[in-house]
């Protein structure tokens, strides 16, 4: 039998470090495991933070024996964990916001409960964020039933950043919002095939948004207003994370990192009721 699992406080969680990794759940228990298992495997961020926060409409996921196993871990490997619950539902941009203040840390990874990470990812976006300088780097998800569905009208969208990344105003219609197109299915990972990169190298490339795996700058990220504009929205939204990077990148630049070890689990979404769009919110 698990015993009670320490839930970890705010106060004795924020502390100055260099990396901390934010997730909204809810309903997800077996998702939520492998999603920290990926994260107990990773190497070369010492001492990185984790918060959970559970929306479940009962025991909240990290409760779940397996979910429970990898916070435990995780502490076993130095990272702190801060497990909460945030109750009643006010949106996803609501519940990014509430994250968002539980660290201090320079850089925070927006990540979602239904992403593994493959070992060395972490490493890589933040060695990609500290030489771009830009306000944040992310790895598109794969879907690796896709692996044999490939698209190459969609990879003409992918354009490499020579230098650092630039601010950028994208909006729809115009040729930067298509690049989204090259991060559906396992396109990104087709790329990645193609350019035979060595061992050991990345590359950054120009995007429009990214979803699931995004490494903030954190003080670029308040300064662009953060998720505050979950008060202009009703609570059955979706698209925050476009409507806080879009504003990122217009004032510091981002960029999407290849290769991507950041794979989608590809269970059903929990977000079901959808009325809004928040960037179409945010934008007007």
């Not at 998720?227 to 990148?249: I, K, N, S």
Request: net charge negative; with cysteine; glycine share 8%.
């Amino acid at each position: 039998m698990n015993r009670p699992l320490d839930l970890g406080t705010p106060e004795r969680f924020r502390r100055a470090r260099q990396l901390d990794v934010l997730i909204p759940t809810r309903n997800r228990p077996a998702e939520l495991a492998v999603t920290l298992s990926g994260l107990a495997a990773q190497e070369g961020v010492p001492e990185f933070g984790v918060v959970v926060s559970d929306q479940s409409d009962g025991e909240p996921a990290y409760a779940h024996p397996a979910a429970a196993t990898m916070v435990r871990a995780l502490r076993h490997r130095g990272h702190p964990v801060l497990l909460t619950r945030r109750l009643p539902r006010r949106g996803l941009a609501e519940h990014r916001a509430y994250l968002l203040d539980q660290s201090t840390a320079r850089y925070v990874l927006c990540l979602d409960d239904d992403v593994w990470l493959e070992p060395g990812s972490l490493a890589r976006l933040v060695t990609a964020i500290r030489e771009l300088g830009c306000g944040f780097v992310g790895n598109a998800v794969h879907g690796l039933s896709y692996a044999d569905d490939i698209r190459p009208e969609t990879h003409v969208h992918y354009e490499e950043w020579h230098g650092r990344p630039v601010p950028e105003r994208v909006r729809p219609g115009t040729p930067e919002w298509d690049r989204a197109t090259i991060h559906p299915a396992a396109n990104l990972l087709h790329v990645t095939e193609k350019l035979r990169l060595p061992a050991g190298a990345w590359r950054a490339y120009k995007v429009s948004w990214i979803g699931g795996c995004v490494l903030y700058d954190r003080a670029k990220l308040v300064d662009s207003g953060g998720f505050e504009f979950w008060r202009q929205l009703p609570e059955r939204h979706q698209g925050e994370d476009v409507a806080a990077q879009l504003t990122v990148l217009a004032r510091y630049g981002g960029a999407g990192v290849l290769p991507s070890g950041a794979y989608h689990l590809e269970s059903p979404t929990t977000v079901t009721e959808r009325e809004v769009e928040a960037w179409e919110v945010v934008l007007s």
